[in-house]
């Protein structure tokens, strides 16, 4: 569970070429790993998650290739119609799920989130979640969401 532990803070730079929103980093590893076609990815590249919900693009790079959300295996929670909105997608746990625990088991941490629902129970985010990150951090914001209501 070493990837749940270390470093939240997010490396967020470039600039999605369709919306100008800030992308932020991800692994080309992870990006191969979800991609519904096969096709080429620019190995020497760096690419970026377009973090704009109601941006098509999944993920960019400076050179402008671009992947849609689309060409991506799994929805990406945040983007506009994305069903299921997962949030932990090693484990496959919603959204929905989380806020229901919160609101139900009263959780306030993600200690106490993991403890009510699947989510980490497996931990392989390299490959399964489209930031290629753990979780940990989407269940935090919506904690912060939840609680501050
Ligand atoms: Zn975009």
């Known amino acids: 569970m070493d ?12 600039i999605c070429p369709i919306c100008n929103f800030q992308g932020e980093r991800v692994n080309t590893k ?17 690419y970026y998650l377009c973090l704009n919900s109601d941006c098509d693009v999944a993920y960019f790079n400076d050179s402008n290739d671009i992947v849609l959300k689309s060409e991506v295996k799994v ?3 945040y983007k506009k119609d994305a069903n299921p909105k997962t949030i932990c997608y090693c484990s496959k746990v919603t959204e929905e799920e989380i806020i229901d625990a919160i609101k139900t088991k009263n959780c306030k941490t993600v200690k106490e989130v993991v403890a009510n629902t699947n989510a980490m129970k497996i ?10 990150k753990c979780c940990s951090r989407q269940i935090n914001d919506l904690l912060k969401i939840m609680n501050n209501k």
Not at 32 to 37: F, P, R, T, V, Y
Not at 123 to 132: E, F, H, L, Q
Request: with cysteine; proline share 5%.
């Open 30 to 46: 992870t990006i191969e790993g979800l991609l519904i076609i096969d096709r080429n990815l620019q190995k020497d590249k760096t």
């Open 123 to 132: 931990s392989n985010c390299v490959v399964n979640s489209p930031t290629g």
């Open 3 to 14: 990837c749940c532990r270390s470093n939240t803070n997010t490396s967020v730079s470039n």
């Open 75 to 77: 929805p990406i929670w």
